[in-house]
C-alpha cells in the first residue's frame, strides 16, 4: 500500500500535508485489514479510534427499538469513527461496521491531538474533515425533513451514484427514513400500483 500516495490524494481532498506531517501520521498509523459484517464499535463503548477508509466502506448505525437505522456511510478516502466518543468522553451511541472487506489506517485520538498541537497543516486537515461531516450531516438532517422519499433517493445517488452495489438496500432505505417497500417502488416505477 502506497501511504505517501493515499495522503497525497487526502491532502488534495481537505487540505495538503506536509512530507514530514505525513511522515509523522503514517509512523503512528496502524493499517488494519476488516472483514464484511466486522462491527468495530458497539452501543455504549468508549472508542477513541478513527478510520481512513483506503478500501472498502463503512457505515454508522443505531439500533432503535430492535431495528438497526443508518446514519451514514463512509468510502475510499473518508473517514470514519464513532464521533461522539471520539471526541468527547461519552459512550458511543453509534454501532459502526465495516459493509465491505476494507483496508484502513487506524489512528487514535491522542496521535490526532499531538499532530494537530505540532502540525498546523494538519490541524487545517482535520478542521476540514470535522466541517465536511457536519455539513454532510446537516444536508441528510435536511433532506429528510423537507425532500420526499423519490428526492432523497435521487440526491444520496448524486452524491453516490454506486451505492446501491455496495450498501445493501436494507441499510439505504433506513438512511433515508423509509421503508424497504417504499425504496424498491422507488427503483422500479413501473412496479407502482
Not at 474533515?129 to 435521487?154: P, S
Not at 452495489?165 to 423509509?178: D, K, M, Q
Not at 417504499?182 to 422500479?188: A, F, Q, V, Y
Amino acid at each position: 500500500m502506497n501511504t505517501e500516495k493515499i495522503l497525497n490524494e487526502m491532502g488534495e481532498t481537505y487540505s495538503p500535508l506536509t512530507i514530514e506531517c505525513q511522515e509523522e501520521f503514517i509512523a503512528n498509523a496502524k493499517v488494519r485489514t476488516f472483514k464484511k459484517g466486522e462491527v468495530v464499535v458497539r452501543e455504549g463503548q468508549f472508542s477513541k479510534k478513527a478510520y481512513l477508509i483506503v478500501e472498502g466502506c463503512s457505515r454508522a448505525y443505531y439500533l432503535k427499538d430492535g431495528k438497526d437505522i443508518s446514519d451514514w456511510f463512509t468510502f475510499e478516502n473518508q473517514f470514519m469513527a464513532a464521533i461522539v466518543s471520539f471526541f468527547s468522553e461519552k459512550p458511543s451511541p453509534h454501532f459502526v461496521e465495516f459493509v465491505e472487506d476494507s483496508i484502513v489506517l487506524e489512528f487514535s485520538k491522542d496521535i490526532m491531538d499531538k499532530l494537530t498541537n505540532k502540525h498546523h497543516d494538519f490541524e487545517r486537515f482535520i478542521s476540514k474533515v470535522v466541517t465536511e461531516t457536519m455539513l454532510g450531516l446537516c444536508e441528510r438532517l435536511y433532506t429528510i425533513q423537507f425532500n420526499k422519499a423519490d428526492e432523497r433517493y435521487n440526491h444520496l445517488l448524486n452524491i453516490y451514484p454506486n451505492i446501491t452495489n455496495r450498501i445493501p438496500l436494507t441499510h439505504i432505505a433506513s438512511y433515508l427514513g423509509i421503508t424497504l417497500e417504499t425504496l424498491s417502488r422507488i427503483r422500479n416505477p413501473k412496479n407502482r400500483i
